[in-house]
């Protein structure tokens, strides 16, 4: 029981802990110092979305965007490929700025309880779910047009581990504050909202090989699984889970939070009809 959800939260954490590391010692290296022996690459040479906005100038002009690196190219295969297997599990498993919206929600959830998560009402909810694919549009668009990396003006995930420097724009530090204050009241607001790379992922919940699966014939109706879903995904009322906005966080499942065995699970689904 649990060890998903388990080692989903281990891995959260180291993955966490490890790009901090790495960032600092970029820090160090950029001075003379660091650590010798471990990365002192740039968050931007780590970051797969890096491989997505340069991808244009690269297959047009053989170039990368400013400031990205061949290691994001790789590094965005590699992510693509896991959630072509498994889905967009790079969200819900890797992802520190994810990782910290979570842990804020935790707070939330303690002071809002039941009403965390539900501030929304569901008509604004699911036109703001298609927010990301616009800011996605917009930045590969633009990055694209100027060849200069964009999204770094706004970017969340390089405020979160470089607000310190000179390098960090003052409006991506205001956009990550305005995330971890949101996170107390909505789960994942970036994710949900405006992650654009998230948005690249998504479309893997239509194709991937192994799917969250509800087995009707099981279920119970107890909603356990609607309850827990951090991204508001009605499981209950679906045989295959392919929503767009599912992270892959296992929390849902019959290992976590159904109570009945093998009625949510995550396996090898050959789609062949029914909700979805």
């Known amino acids: 029981m649990f060890k998903h959800l388990k080692k989903r939260h281990l891995l959260q954490l180291f993955f966490f802990v490890l790009i901090g590391i790495i960032a600092v010692n970029h820090t160090l290296a950029e001075s003379g110092g660091g650590i010798t022996w471990l990365s002192s690459a740039s968050l931007h040479a780590i970051c797969p979305f890096g491989g997505v906005v340069t991808l244009y100038q ?15 190219v790789i590094l965005m295969g590699l992510v693509f490929l896991l959630a072509v297997l498994f ?17 804020f929600g935790k707070i939330g959830k303690k002071i809002f309880k039941k009403r965390y998560n539900q501030f ?18 917009r930045v590969l668009y633009m990055t694209a ?11 969340p995930y390089h405020a979160l581990y470089n607000f310190w420097s000179s390098e960090t724009a003052i409006l991506s530090i205001i956009v990550l504050l305005v995330v971890l204050v949101m996170s107390l009241f909505v789960e994942r607001p970036w ?8 948005a690249v992922l998504s479309i893997t ?7 969250l699966k509800r087995t009707e014939s099981n279920c119970i109706n107890c909603k356990k699984c609607d309850d827990v879903c951090p991204m508001n995904i009605e499981v209950s009322g679906k045989d295959v889970i392919t929503d767009l906005s599912c992270i892959r966080c296992m929390q849902c499942t019959s290992e976590n939070s159904c109570p009945v065995s093998d009625t949510v699970t995550i396996e090898p689904v050959q789609f062949q009809g029914g909700r979805k």
Not at 120 to 137: E, G, M, N, Q
Not at 205 to 211: A, D, Q, V
């Open 87 to 103: 889905g967009p599990v790079f969200c819900g498993w890797v992802c520190p700025l994810g990782s910290i919206q979570e842990w």
């Open 145 to 155: 047009m100027s060849g200069y990396l964009v999204f770094a003006e706004i970017d």
């Open 205 to 211: 919940n239509k194709i991937s090989i192994f799917k």
């Open 58 to 72: 690269l297959v047009t002009l053989g170039t990368f965007v400013q400031k990205i690196h061949i290691s994001s």
């Open 191 to 198: 994710c949900k909202y405006a992650c654009p790379y998230g």
């Open 120 to 137: 929304i009402p569901k008509r604004v909810d699911r036109v703001l779910r298609w927010l990301r694919y616009v800011i996605l549009a």
